[in-house]
């Protein structure tokens, strides 16, 4: 170990990893008690202090299992949990490295560990964690973390920290080479923040493409609701224009007695406020008031104005106001796009096709139904061979409360989605 186990230098190693734990706290969104939260952490302190006593540098990773074995609270790998782990064990590293040669101006030999420079460390690594905090959730990267729960994102985390490591030991091992170590380190630095700035800029580029694509698909859609809306209102204008002169002729025929002719009138006001009824698309319609979701309303008008253009059947529901959902929205529409794509595909084969597309809350869940009627003629086509498309393992593997069911009978096949609303994403 390279600082004698003084005093000062328990109190050092002990607050700095009190500081670790409470950042980590910030950080990391657990879903056990408060109580048994703190509890673990403080145990956490002890263990992870007294292995840096015994094992210096080489005991991080004992720690940092033990931290994952102490908050794992499910039978699958949680990789939101190791990411965050190594974010804060490199952030840890920063907190210490950045300042050092201010330290090492301020206590020429810190190996002579005292009470002053235990205090000065570990106000530093509180003030830098802070930063660091603040700077997580004004970025939101937790949601960040959250959405990408891969091995990858560990991969690539766990290798800063073990080249940090490597650097580390370099310093201790080759000291007089330690301002040319030092320089290479921050020139090697300097360049990947700026490959990260780059590769930053280039997402959100790309990022904002899709999102003016994206608009640009809502805006054609809302414009088909419109037509749709305008169109509906110039049939009920004619349809009012010439029900109440059908009704003046029912008057007549019924003044006259001539109840054979009264029977034509009855029929053929019938047959028009049939047709008038049938190809009107309020109805259909009426329940998108409910979906307060601009981008998802969009596709279910697109869809709805696809399959009444196919000449099907359709009916949609949606009782209850749907505000927000507990998942990322581009996840949810790309799986209902290909789920109704694949309906209406088998569908307009179909001499009589329905599709049934439903929206349904009930206590803490969220249903979106996909129903489309069987065909009964002979064919190779599985409908099932079409859900390779929906990446239905990846959402599962992504998001711990999403549930997808499908079934086939002779006349119904059925794609559910169910999503826990109190349910955290994985």
């Known amino acids: 170990m390279p600082f004698s186990i003084t005093g000062s230098h328990l109190l050092r190693v002990f607050f700095s990893w009190a500081v670790f734990y409470y950042v980590f706290n910030l950080t990391y969104h657990s879903r056990l008690s408060a109580q048994r ?71 020429p030999n810190p190996y002579n560990s005292t009470y002053s420079f235990t205090l000065v460390v570990v106000l530093i690594e509180f003030i830098f964690s802070i930063i660091f905090v603040y700077f997580y959730n004004h970025l939101k990267l937790n949601d960040f973390f959250q959405s ?32 040319l170590i030092t320089g290479i380190f921050l ?45 509906d209102q110039l049939k009920l204008r004619h349809f009012k224009h010439d029900y109440k002169n059908l009704l003046f002729s029912l008057q007549t025929v019924a003044q006259n007695e001539d109840y054979e002719a009264m029977n034509q009138a009855l029929d053929k006001l019938e047959n028009y406020s049939d047709d008038y009824l049938n190809n009107l698309s309020m109805d259909l319609y009426q329940d998108l008031n409910n979906v307060k979701i601009a981008s998802l309303k969009s596709l279910f008008i697109s869809k709805l104005n696809i399959i009444n253009q196919s000449k099907i059947f359709s009916s949609f529901d949606c009782n209850t106001e749907l505000n927000e959902i507990p998942i990322n929205i581009l996840d949810l529409i790309n799986l209902l796009d290909q789920a109704i794509d694949n309906a209406i595909l088998f569908t307009k084969r179909q001499e009589h096709g329905q599709i049934q597309l439903a929206i349904t809350q009930e206590d803490n869940q969220l249903a979106f139904l996909v129903n489309n009627t069987v065909a009964n003629i002979p064919t190779t086509e599985r409908e099932q061979d079409y859900l390779d498309l929906l990446n239905i393992k990846s959402l599962k593997k992504k998001y711990n409360n999403v549930f997808i069911q499908y079934s086939k009978n002779d006349k119904w096949f059925r794609f559910h989605v169910t ?3 109190k349910g955290d994403k994985k």
Request: net charge positive; hydrophobic share 55%; with cysteine.
């Open 37 to 107: 939260r703190i509890a673990t952490y403080v145990l956490l302190i002890f263990i992870s202090s007294a292995l840096n006593l015994l094992l210096g540098g080489q005991a991080v990773l004992l720690i940092g299992l033990a931290i994952y074995f102490s908050l794992w609270t499910k039978k699958r790998v949680n990789y939101y949990l190791i990411n965050l782990i190594l974010l804060n064990l490199i952030i840890k590293f920063f907190a210490f490295f950045i300042p050092s040669p201010i330290l090492r101006y301020i206590f």
């Open 148 to 179: 990408r729960q891969n091995a990858m994102t560990s991969i690539i985390l766990g290798y800063i920290y073990v080249i940090l490591y490597m650097f580390i030991m370099m310093m201790q091992h080759f000291t007089v080479y330690a301002h």
């Open 187 to 231: 020139f090697t630095l300097l360049q990947c923040i700026f490959i990260m700035f780059i590769f930053i800029h280039t997402r959100r580029r790309q990022k904002k493409i899709y999102q003016d694509k994206f608009s640009q698909e809502q805006v054609k859609n809302l414009k088909l609701y419109t037509d749709q809306l305008e169109s």
């Open 419 to 421: 999503l826990i609303i």
